[in-house]
């Protein structure tokens, strides 16, 4: 069974402001998305990997690393759904296969934790995603800003990327939840609005999405740790 990767990177990073979209911003000598496609290539199998791009990418260009045989471009769309479902489209796969959607901007994703996920949902044969447990007391608001419960924190989780699913049934999911214009912020989502199982692995910390300026400082110092 072939093992694939898909990297959405097709966003304009609002919320981290600036001219220069945050994938593509410098960390520790590489832009954000160098790293991230570093991590998916060096696991072990990993047939390609397929990133998907702003239609007026002006920087893609310039990364060599996007010149890999193995590596693949396309052009995203308007959501993140929309960007992975094209990348999913372009994969040079099966639909038995396994494919792992990693955030660009995610940079600082450790082997050992994508290892576990690969092993767990190959073992179990059933898709998984990385996540961590809430350290927080989470509360559940209503439309006037009070509290209208606190939820079960025992029970809850942090989706990370990758997500790992079958090529076949992840395209699928995707395309019925764009077709119901259900919003859907990550693939397990989609899984989940499908019936299927959704195995949660755990991650760690370190992998945290780049969104907001000082969410940069954090990721340097995790990557100079690890690079240690
Ligand atoms: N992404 C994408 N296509 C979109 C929107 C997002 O490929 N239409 C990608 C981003 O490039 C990023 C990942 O999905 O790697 C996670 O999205 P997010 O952190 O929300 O990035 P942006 O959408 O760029 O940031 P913002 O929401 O602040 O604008
Ligand atoms: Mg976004």
């Not at 690393?65 to 396309?74: F, K, Q, Y």
Request: hydrophobic content about 45%; some cysteine; proline content about 4%.
């Amino acid at each position: 069974v072939g093992l694939h990767g898909v990297i959405p990177a097709a966003g304009i990073g609002s919320r981290m402001g600036g001219s220069t979209p945050k994938q593509y911003l410098n960390l520790n000598g590489e832009t954000l998305l160098e790293h991230s496609l570093r991590a998916l290539l060096a696991v072990p199998g990993m047939q390609s990997v397929t990133v998907a791009l702003h239609q007026a990418d002006r920087f893609a260009g310039s990364l060599a690393l996007l010149s890999d045989d193995r590596v693949n471009t396309v052009i995203g769309g308007a959501e993140r759904a929309d960007s992975v479902l094209a990348a999913l489209h372009a994969v040079p796969g099966g639909a038995g296969d396994w494919v792992l959607v990693h955030d660009a901007a995610r940079p600082c994703l450790q082997q050992a934790d994508v290892l576990r996920l690969v092993e767990h949902a190959v073992s179990r044969g059933e898709g998984g995603i990385l996540a961590e447990r809430v350290c927080d007391t989470v509360k559940l608001a209503d439309s006037s800003g009070h509290v209208e419960k606190t939820l079960d924190r025992s029970r809850l989780w942090r989706a990370q990327t990758p997500q790992m699913f079958r090529l076949g049934e992840l395209t699928q999911a995707l395309e019925a939840v764009i077709a119901r214009n259900l919003p859907v912020t990550d693939e397990a989502s989609a899984m989940e609005c499908m019936g299927y199982a959704v195995n949660l692995v755990p991650g760690s910390a370190s992998n945290l999405k780049v969104t907001l300026p000082d969410d940069l400082d954090l990721a340097a110092w995790y990557l100079s740790r690890a690079e240690g």
